[in-house]
């Protein structure tokens, strides 16, 4: 898909300190609707900080963050998600004791029209909307071939299918921007190219703007529109795969990180 012109994400000098150190200082970047963009840099980077402060777990110390044109730095996570900004974590987070159908449903229902008074009192409004989001969460499941282990309990799966059910539940929120923070971390790397061809597919499918995290060079080189690349908080590049491949800044941050 060709990428629109329209800004989706605009961060303005975003800064963010813990105590005395600096995450992240004065990073400005723009993601276009539709972009794909990567985000790399050498561990500790402020890769992950920025993603919070892009969902509200923390706020910027200082500068804007502009979703769709709206402000949006400082506001609570479930509000940012609700204003269309979604994500998945380093670190899988999935009700590993439910089953796969039910941590799809319960995403769903954080986004449910159905009120939670209809809920509480069991109207028919409330088991059509069941109905409905039983239906919703099934055909996510089949997009990311998990149908056939819906009723599973979601620890049981494959690593690589708990990711992928990480990102089946991030698209429940009905995003436009959807942040992946190493999405294939930990995959082989058949099921790692199996992830980017469905990340290229969810894009123009559900009509998204993704940021991704990623170490594995080669897959950020090969999915990405354009790349940005910090180094100890700092915004070091930004451009093309080949750009950033030549980019001696680049070499050097990476390099300093093998010594
Ligand atoms: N809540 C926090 N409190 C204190 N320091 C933090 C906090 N979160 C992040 N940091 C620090 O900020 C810096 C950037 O961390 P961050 O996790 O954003 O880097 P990263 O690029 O995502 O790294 P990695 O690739 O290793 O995941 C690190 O020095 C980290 O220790």
Redesign the pocket.
């Known amino acids: 898909m060709a990428a629109s012109t329209a800004v989706l994400l605009d961060v303005k000098g975003a800064s963010r300190s ?2 005395g ?1 600096k ?1 992240l200082s004065e990073v400005s970047l723009h993601i276009n609707k539709g972009e794909l963009i990567g985000l790399i ?10 993603f ?1 402060l892009l969902t509200g777990v ?1 706020p910027p110390s200082t500068g804007k963050i502009l979703l769709n044109n709206e402000s949006v730095g400082g506001m609570k996570p479930f509000k940012i998600n609700h204003k269309g900004a979604a994500r998945t974590f ?1 670190n899988i987070r999935l009700f590993t004791a439910m089953t796969v159908l039910e941590n799809v449903k319960i995403a769903f229902h954080q986004h449910a029209r159905h009120s939670l008074f209809s809920s509480m009192l069991r109207l028919p409004k409330h088991f059509k909307g069941e109905e409905e989001i039983t239906q919703k969460a099934m055909d996510i499941l089949k997009i990311f071939n998990l149908a056939d282990q819906a009723q599973e309990t979601a620890g049981n799966l494959s690593y690589g299918n708990q990711r992928r059910l990480e990102i089946a539940r991030a698209l429940a929120a009905g995003p436009k921007l959807l942040l992946l923070d ?1 999405p294939a971390a930990g995959m082989n790397p058949n099921e790692t190219r199996d992830l980017m061809n469905l990340i290229a597919w969810i894009r123009e499918e559900f009509d998204l703007t993704i940021l991704l ?1 990623e ?1 594995d060079m080669s897959l950020v080189m090969g999915v990405c529109n354009r790349i940005y690349v ?1 180094d100890r ?1 700092i915004l070091i590049a930004d451009g093309t795969p080949v750009e950033i491949r030549n980019n001696p800044k680049v070499i050097e941050a990476y390099l300093g990180q093998e010594a």
């Open positions: 813990f105590g150190l995450a840099g050498p561990n500790g980077a402020g890769k992950t900080t920025l919070n923390y380093q190493e995290i170490h910090l908080g």
